[in-house]
Each structure stands twice: as C-alpha cells, then as structure tokens.
C-alpha cells in the first residue's frame, strides 16, 4: 500500500545540459568548495565548464556526463540540507542520471557516483571514436512498426521514453536510411551526439567502468530506486551497481519507469538539475501531475514546500 502523496525525484541525462547551468547555484552556501573537489576527482574543471564554458566545449561526452552529475547532486544536497525526504519518494534517473539518482537513494556516495560518471563519460568517448555510429529520434508511428523496421536496418531501440518517442542508435549509414524510408507516419530526427549510446558499440567502456566499479562501497538503497533497465524497483546495492554498469549497453527504458512511477501512484515530480526534459516527459505521459524543474536555488523553496505540503496533508 501506497501513501495518497508520492513524489518521484528525477536526475536527468547527457542532452540536458546548457552553457552556464552550474552559475546559480555557485551562491549556495559550501557550493564552490564542493565543487572544487570534484573537480580534483574528475580531473576536469567542472566550474568553468559549468559557468563559462561554451555549448560546443561541453557537449563532449567525456565532459557533459559528470558535469551533470555534480550539478545534480550539488542541488539534491542543498535540498536534502533543507528538507527531509519522504521514506516514500521515488528515485529514478535518464542513461548517467542514474549514477545521481543511486546516490540520491543512499546506494552510492555523492563522490563516487560524480567519479563513475567521468569514468562512464570518458570511456564512452573513447568507445565511440573506434566505430562511426550515431544516435537518431523517432517520433510518433506504431511501436511495433518502428522497433521492425529498426531490426530491419540493424539498429537498436536504444531509449524508450514513452510519448512516442523511440531512439534509434547505429551505424551511421543505417540511420541515414532511416531517415529516408522512415516507418510510417513517423518522423526522424538526427541526434548531435558522439555515438551509439546504450548499445554494444559501447561494451569497451562498459568493461572500463565495471573495473572501476570493483573498488566502489555500495549500499542498499534507503528510497525506491527504480532501474532505467525494467523500471524495476532495486532493494539490493550490489544489483544496484551491476545495472549501473550494465546500462551502458542496455536500452534505457524511460518508458517503463514512468509507468512504474505511475503504478506507485507518484503525484508530483520533481526534477533535479539541469532540469526539464524529464518534467516535459512526465507532463505528457503522466498528465495532470504537478512538475517542479530545479533549474536555479530558487526552486528549492517550491520544492520543499511542496514535500512540507505533502507532509502536513498525510498527517491530517
């Protein structure tokens, strides 16, 4: 049995980045600093690359995928600073947003899920310099017709997010044909991204990261964790890890996981930075339900009122 006021506190993933993202929140108290550190970790100056870096500079995958980490567990930890979570509060996260949203849920430390995540990124830019493949949006047509004529082609159904939305991911000439033979009444939309994302073209970084995953302390989640793999719910912290590290040639089945925030009767979703994508998914696939982006501090006061609303409401 659910409790009736369920929030599902979301991490987004690589795409979601913007130029500038981490500025605001630099003027939280202890920001900088924590900042700073992971930048020591990474190797990587996360604060340029956050404030003043340009769009192209931090579109490399080797740079977006911790940097998104580090902002979205910089406002979850001034978040948790100001507000308890429900015990209830489901956590799930987009493709590298679930390294942030294993350490929302208590499976991993901040620091090493912002270190796994220049790992994950670093290595799948080496992996996709070794094969030209490519990443492409199908939008609207049937499921099934689409995943047929992906088979057809030989790509993958490499992200599933529901609202008719299908990923296709490649090789480069199979997702030009796509493009022009798409399934019917679908339409396609080339990705700027550096390869085939959740594929086997990416199983050399999968075994990079597993190596580094060896010496990492797991524990088990305190929050629902739900897996980007099934939308499963994980209790166990070394399953945990081993879907962390096998996500990187799986699908990503958003799809599933909304429809497992849905079953667990989530009513409002909070998305942590750089927020956006997966409020614009979840105000489509899960209609009427409140949707709070944590784009600057000031939506941390939206937030924790909205867990202090919930919070009063349940204890009438």
Do not use: C
């Given at each position: 049995?659910?409790?009736?006021?369920?929030?599902?506190?979301?991490?987004?993933?690589?795409?979601?980045?913007?130029?500038?993202?981490?500025?605001?929140?630099?003027?939280?108290?202890?920001?900088?600093?924590?900042?700073?550190?992971?930048?020591?970790?990474?190797?990587?100056?996360?604060?340029?690359?956050?404030?003043?870096?340009?769009?192209?500079e931090i579109k490399d995958t080797a740079i977006t995928q911790p940097l998104v980490v580090a902002l979205?567990?910089?406002a979850f930890e001034e978040l948790r600073r100001r507000v308890e979570l429900p015990s209830d509060t489901v956590?799930?996260?987009h493709s590298v947003g679930e390294l942030a949203a294993a350490a929302v849920a208590g499976a991993l430390s901040c620091d090493d899920a912002v270190a796994l995540a220049a790992v994950r990124g670093a290595e799948m830019a080496a992996a996709c310099a070794l094969t030209p493949t490519g990443m492409a949006a199908v939008l609207g047509g049937e499921q099934d017709e689409v995943l047929a004529r992906l088979a057809e082609l030989g790509l993958v159904g490499a992200n599933r997010n529901g609202a008719g939305q299908i990923v296709?991911?490649?090789?480069?000439?199979?997702?030009?044909?796509?493009?022009?033979?798409?399934?019917?009444?679908?339409?396609?939309?080339?990705?700027?991204?550096?390869?085939?994302?959740?594929?086997?073209?990416?199983?050399?970084?999968?075994?990079?990261?597993?190596?580094?995953?060896?010496g990492v302390v797991v524990k088990d989640p305190v929050l629902p964790l739900l897996s980007n793999a099934d939308g499963a719910v994980l209790t166990d912290g070394d399953e945990v890890l081993r879907r962390l590290v096998s996500q990187v040639t799986r699908p990503v089945r958003w799809d599933s996981c909304q429809a497992a925030?849905?079953?667990?009767?989530?009513?409002?979703?909070?998305?942590?930075?750089?927020?956006?994508?997966?409020?614009?998914l979840a105000k489509r696939e899960l209609k009427g339900t409140p949707a709070v982006a944590m784009k600057t501090p000031e939506h941390v006061d939206q937030v924790v009122e909205l867990i202090s609303a919930n919070r009063t409401e349940a204890d009438a």
């Open positions: 049995m659910f409790s009736e006021r369920v929030i599902a506190l979301l991490a987004p993933g690589q795409g979601s980045q913007a130029p500038g993202m981490l500025t605001p929140w630099l003027d939280v108290e202890g920001a900088r600093e924590r900042v700073e550190a992971w930048s020591q970790t990474t190797g990587l100056d996360l604060v340029r690359l956050g404030t003043t870096a340009e769009a192209e979205a567990l910089l956590v799930a996260g296709a991911a490649g090789p480069l000439a199979a997702l030009d044909e796509l493009a022009e033979q798409p399934p019917e009444r679908a339409k396609v939309r080339k990705l700027q991204v550096a390869g085939a994302f959740h594929t086997e073209y990416m199983a050399p970084a999968q075994e990079a990261l597993r190596a580094r995953a060896e925030m849905a079953a667990r009767g989530v009513t409002a979703v909070v998305e942590l930075p750089p927020a956006g994508t997966l409020t614009g």
